[in-house]
């Protein structure tokens, strides 16, 4: 199973981004869960956004508004959709999915793609 993240890059503040994470090796059936997380340099992983096989969604008290998650279950995909960006939201953002069925209890994680905001 891999995931693979893309969309990073340097923006302005106030601008957006489109993060992208692919499944492969797992149909997204086999998902249950899958969410974003960010880590910045000093800082410790945390949560922005995660959503459910069934389209439940919840993100970190920081986002306001200003991202939102969803998934693409035919592709395999999920994406965050990321407006009004600020430099404190420069991090690593990886993707997470759990597994269910054959994967259940399993975790895995992608990649992580940098996304910088400069002011």
């Known amino acids: 199973v891999q995931l693979q993240a893309s969309g990073g890059g340097l923006v302005q503040a106030g601008g957006s981004l489109t993060l992208s994470c692919a499944a492969s090796?797992?149909?997204?059936?086999?998902?249950?869960?899958m969410g974003w997380y960010r880590q910045a340099p000093g800082k410790q992983r945390e949560l922005v956004a995660r959503?459910?096989?069934?389209?439940?969604?919840n993100y970190g008290d920081y986002v306001e508004g200003r991202f939102t998650i969803s998934r693409d279950y035919a592709r395999n995909t999920m994406y965050l959709q990321m407006n009004s960006l600020q430099p404190e939201d420069t991090a690593v953002y990886y993707c997470?999915?759990?597994?269910?069925?054959?994967?259940?209890?399993?975790?895995?994680w992608g990649q992580g793609t940098l996304v910088t905001v400069s002011s």
């Open positions: 959503i459910s096989r069934l389209g439940t969604t």
């Open positions: 997470n999915a759990e597994g269910s069925n054959y994967f259940r209890g399993r975790e895995y």
């Open positions: 090796g797992i149909t997204s059936s086999s998902i249950a869960n």
